[in-house]
């Protein structure tokens, strides 16, 4: 029997992560949230019995202290933290103080003897890239924001702690995800529910930024067989696609799947923070599920299907 704590246990990642790994009667598992960005309605539920829910800030010591110390936890996904372009740009400050929750929960994990933390990382720290595909090792990390910055201070500590401790980690440097449980206010989301409506989709710039996109199902296979099979430890994996999508092309194909009259609409770009082009070498992760990743149009079928019934 495993006992997991996930923390950003109402968000969308963690709470699929949570939904998948609860289907296993022998993990026990906690979630936790503050609500900043998270939402109840997204804490899944198991017919097992084995989630339990707790509102608790990862960035307050004496929150999450004495959770650690009540279940004894032996593995950790951290997965807390301001997440959004545009929320994360206008709440630097914010963003910053996730570095004092993942210090907690370092600091509780060793102290507490967990065996091993997995963090969810971020595309954002490879910054404007320099070389592609985008490799876990070979690629220098670029980031200049606070919220990539945050991300790249985050893989700094799960290596200082493994080197000094001998706590182990993986890992996940996540590109786009998107899912039915994704908010409203992320790209492939936001575009779907403006197609359904036939509002009109903005976008930031002339859309030549390029993105992968990764279906929640591919990411949560790969996590958590990176998970059961003990792979990658103390090391990095690329979590994303692999085909490269201009953000105008994004829409159009959103538009021409919804059957929608929305049209698109250019706002001036971004000072900062949309990075011009994304795609990540995914060898690793092609490693963990062995199986072809499902195609763009596909997932937002899936994805547009699931938002017609809630409109």
Do not use: W
Not at 55 to 71: E, G, L, Q, R, T
Not at 147 to 158: D, H, P, Q, R
Not at 225 to 237: G, I, L, T
């Amino acid at each position: 029997m495993a006992s997991i704590l996930v923390t950003g246990g109402a968000g969308f990642i963690p709470s699929c992560l949570a939904e998948k790994l609860a289907e296993n009667p022998e993990n026990k598992l906690v979630l936790i949230d503050n609500f900043v960005t998270g939402f109840k309605k997204k804490i899944p539920k198991s017919k097992h019995g084995n989630i339990r829910f707790i509102k608790a800030d990862a960035n307050d010591y004496n929150d999450v202290a004495s959770i650690f110390h009540a279940f004894k936890f032996d593995f950790v996904f951290h997965y807390a933290a301001l997440v959004g372009v545009l929320r994360t740009l206008e709440n630097p400050v914010s963003v910053l103080s996730d570095i004092t929750g993942i210090e907690n929960i370092l600091k509780l994990s060793k102290n507490t003897g967990v065996k091993r933390v997995y963090f969810s990382s971020s595309s954002e720290v490879y910054g404007e890239p320099v070389e592609f595909p985008q490799n876990e090792h070979t690629t220098p990390l670029n980031s200049r924001l606070p919220y990539a910055i945050v991300k790249n201070v985050g893989e700094a500590f799960l290596k200082s702690y493994h080197q000094e401790f001998g706590l182990e980690y993986t890992t996940f440097r996540f590109f786009n995800t998107y899912g039915p449980k994704q908010s409203k206010d992320f790209v492939v989301s936001k575009f779907i529910f403006a197609a359904l409506k036939n509002k009109p989709i903005t976008i930031y710039g002339d859309g030549s930024q390029t993105r992968t996109f990764c279906y929640i199902d591919d990411n949560i296979e790969a996590t958590t067989n990176a998970f059961y099979e003990n792979k990658f430890v103390n090391d990095v994996v690329n979590v994303g696609g692999e085909d490269e999508y201009p953000i105008i092309d994004l829409a159009k194909i959103i538009i021409k799947v919804c059957n929608s009259k929305s049209e698109i609409i250019n706002l001036p770009a971004l000072k900062e923070g949309d990075m011009t082009r994304r795609r990540p070498d995914i060898s690793k992760m092609k490693q963990l599920i062995n199986r072809p990743l499902l195609p763009l149009e596909e997932g937002l079928k899936r994805v547009i299907e699931n938002h017609k019934s809630i409109l």
